[in-house]
């Protein structure tokens, strides 16, 4: 039984150590550097600019969310994460929730411009029809 709680204590110790560990390399390595930059656009002005992980995370901290972020061009808090599309390599705001945020890209996967009406009908045929006869 005593070495049972031996086991115990050096596991808690371990753990605490670790815990310790991580949290200090988390805080004085927020990575900083280009490779961990990631892109925004604001919804408001539509300018694109990068941020660092620790801009990034400052921003957070200030706001108490993720997004959206503080525009670096017009302040308002509209930016959003943006793509670069492979193809046509035009940024967009990749967040649905966004406002004229997009899955894929806007300009290779346009969205119609009636989303509400139904696709199925196709009236121009009827109106056809009722011409030949
Ligand atoms: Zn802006
Ligand atoms: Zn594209």
């Not at 204590?9 to 930059?37: H, K, Q």
């Not at 921003?59 to 959206?68: D, F, I, M, V, Y």
């Not at 899955?103 to 139904?118: E, I, K, L, Q, Y």
């Amino acid at each position: 039984m005593k070495s049972l709680k031996i086991v115990l204590i050096v596991v808690c110790l371990a753990g605490a150590a670790v815990f310790f560990w991580m949290n200090t390399r988390n805080v004085d390595s927020i990575p900083d550097n280009p490779d961990t930059a990631t892109n925004w656009m604001c919804a408001t002005c539509k300018s694109v600019f990068l941020l660092s992980a620790s801009e990034v995370a400052d921003e957070e901290r200030k706001l108490g969310q993720s997004a959206p972020l503080t525009c670096r061009a017009c302040a308002a808090v509209q930016a959003y994460r943006a793509m670069q599309c492979v193809k046509c390599e035009t940024f967009y705001i990749f967040s649905e929730e966004a406002p004229g945020g997009a899955a894929r890209c806007p300009v290779c996967f346009p969205t119609p411009p009636n989303r509400n009406s139904p696709v199925e009908t196709e009236p121009e045929e009827d109106e056809l029809e009722l011409l030949r006869l």
